[in-house]
């Protein structure tokens, strides 16, 4: 499967998708992390995508979004943007109310945190 | 790149801003939390409001010149 098909599964399938440098064992970026957290702490069930591997996983990835920066976080396949975002979101309580509108209010019992890599092509 | 180089750019780009701010967060010219506030972003959602300000900044994102960044965004 082509790259940039394989990314956009992860978007379409994965209830919440973070496209991180890192993985949540070993995060390495700042950013990375604080997207982490503030989804972590929302209760989300991320699926983390470390962009870091090959390059052409994160230019694939903003030819998708049209964001440039990393971490991008996508909830129900909608790019809810980076840590920025997520962070002013987590402190509002928006981010917890995007969960459960686009997940269902026990979005919570999903399944646990997980890693998927992309497949080199 | 300068703040004052930064915040040139943003000036530019968001001329009707009633704030621009520009905080070069390590002191190295490469990691910075820029404030922008503007009507413009009134009545859109941050994801759209951020890409505004990625656009007015395209180029020293995309050189690396920029290597992290922070971005708060306030309508009116």
Known sequence: MELREQIQQVIDNEPVALFMKGTPQLVMCGNSHRALEALRAAGAPVTAVDVLPDPRYRQELSAISGWPTIPQVFVGGELIGGADIVEELAASGELEEKLSGALGGDYRAGRDERVVALAAV | ?76
């Open chain 2, 1 to 76: 790149m300068s703040v004052e180089r930064l915040r040139g750019l943003l000036v530019d780009a968001f001329p009707e801003a009633e704030d621009v701010d520009v905080l070069d967060r390590t002191g190295t010219g490469d990691h910075f939390l820029v404030t922008v506030q503007s009507t413009r972003f009134s009545g859109l959602g941050l994801v759209d409001q951020h890409r505004l300000v990625y656009d007015a900044l395209a180029e020293p994102l995309a050189d690396g010149t920029i290597h992290e960044l922070r971005i708060k965004t306030k309508g009116d």
